[in-house]
């Protein structure tokens, strides 16, 4: 039978095993929600991109197109 400091120690141990494995999902998650950040402005640059070229594809052509 284990003494309750025995216990105690065992809980120690497995409370600091998930404060590591919260802390590499942390990490992971981070990382995740960086590149997402990364494609969102990626994604953005292109849109706008296209977006002025059609504008000025269609002053070039004399056609006024609203964007909204």
């Given at each position: ?28 998650m ?39």
């Open positions: 039978m284990t003494t309750n400091k025995e216990r105690i120690e065992i809980l120690e141990q497995g409370v600091g095993g998930l404060q590591d494995e919260v802390h590499k999902l942390r990490l992971r981070n990382d995740r929600m960086q590149r997402l950040e990364d494609s969102l402005k990626a994604l953005s640059d292109v849109v706008l991109s296209l977006k002025a070229s059609q504008s000025s594809h269609s002053v070039k052509q004399g056609h006024m197109h609203q964007y909204q």
